[in-house]
């Protein structure tokens, strides 16, 4: 009688100590992400749209409650965007690209390539490439006063 109590501590430890790796978006799936750390405005996309070298994309927007910073090529055929939750950062980017391919899939854009933005296992965001310019429609979620 006295193994039960054991084999549920082990049990509650073992469980406890596993820990779920962040994955990315099924529309990344087999696409080599990009460094974080090493990205820049220039490289590996052209971003002119609303980038800094200091701090990437900067211009935030608010999908569903949900605060995201963005940036695009000239041509706005692709826009970078990173998540703004520090904390939860990898789901805050899958959820941001749930969020961002809904709204561009609602107005007609087909959605040619994801690429992850990584550093280490950390989803940072995504890089979201579209047939056609997309990237004007991220205006009318500008957040306010920002």
Known sequence: MKTTPIILSLTI???GCAMVLPSTVPDAEGVEPVSADSMSCSNPFPLKQDCSQLIGPEKEIILSGLELKVAGNKEGT???MFADDNEKIS???NLGYDLMKAELVSRNFS???VTPIKSGRTIYG???ET???SYQIWSKFAA???
């Open 13 to 15: 430890i073992i469980t």
């Open 78 to 80: 692709i826009t970078v």
């Open 91 to 93: 789901d805050s980017s």
């Open 111 to 113: 959605i040619t390539r």
């Open 126 to 128: 995504y890089a979201i």
């Open 131 to 133: 047939t056609k310019p």
């Open 144 to 146: 306010k006063g920002r």
